[in-house]
């Protein structure tokens, strides 16, 4: 009896010796693993997490970014926060985080784009800088005020898996209601028209010239005073902003008093 209990000892012991050396065989190694490439936080760098998100388009979604560092960017599972370069209070949520000014909150509109671009030439900048904080003849118009505003949780004025252009929903301040128009922005000409802010409207007699304005003219004539509601010479140049159909003689400076 005590060799059969003797040899079945033996037998178990075979067994896992042989079974568990399999099976850690079978076992791959552990590797050092980073889920971005080297370079990814190095501004220097073409791996440098812009020029990845650049040549994608821009198509990400930040939830992947949060899946490890976790919802606020504060380090998660990896440990490591985002926080330490993206300083503002949306993190890299912040408006700023991809376009305007870097390093200031409440820049948050071109220049510069997405591609860093300044010069009112590029399409990504426009006419963005008048509108938003330079506007001379009116207050200044917030984003979505021609930019539609996605469903999400945050305010932006494209989702962060949309590659650009951004999407152009025209507000309420665009329409005319004394002329039932319906403004339009054309991203093949890059230009607006039919639109009330510049000269899409009739009251009385007083009639505005409804003018087609291009987004990225650099010839400072797209929305001179009179340009969109007074007489304009052939050369697009505003020769008085007097409203065509308004009584009586004025100076600019009373328009607005």
Not at 54 to 82: I, K
Request: net charge negative; glycine share 10%; hydrophobic share 30%.
């Amino acid at each position: 009896m005590k060799y059969t209990t003797a040899l079945l000892i033996l037998l178990i012991s075979l067994f896992f010796a042989f079974g568990c050396s399999e099976i850690n065989d079978e076992i791959t190694p552990t590797t050092n693993f980073t889920h971005h490439p080297e370079g990814f936080g190095d501004a220097n760098s073409d791996n440098f997490h812009k020029s990845v998100f650049v040549n994608n388009n821009w198509s990400f979604n930040l939830t992947e970014c949060q899946s490890c560092h976790a919802a606020d960017y504060n380090g998660g599972t990896v440990g490591v926060s985002c926080l330490n370069c993206h300083t503002q209070p949306a993190g890299p949520e912040a408006c700023n985080t991809c376009h305007g000014n870097f390093a200031d909150p409440d820049f948050i509109a071109p220049p510069n784009d997405l591609e860093g671009n300044s010069d009112s030439g590029f399409k990504g900048v426009g006419a963005h800088y008048k509108h938003v904080y330079d506007n001379g003849i009116s207050i200044n118009i917030g984003c979505f005020e021609c930019h539609q505003q996605t469903s999400s949780e945050g305010d932006y004025v494209h989702a962060h898996i949309s590659p650009p252009p951004a999407k152009i929903q025209l507000s309420e301040l665009a329409f005319s209601d004394s002329l039932g128009l319906n403004p339009e922005y054309d991203f093949a000409n890059l230009d607006c028209s039919n639109t009330y802010c510049h000269g899409g409207f009739k009251y009385g007699d007083i009639e505005g010239n409804n003018r087609t304005v291009t987004w990225n003219s650099t010839s400072g004539k797209e929305a001179v005073c009179g340009t969109c509601h007074g007489e304009v010479d052939d050369n697009g140049d505003s020769v008085t902003p007097l409203p065509k159909g308004h009584f009586g003689t004025f100076v600019q400076t009373q328009c607005f008093m």
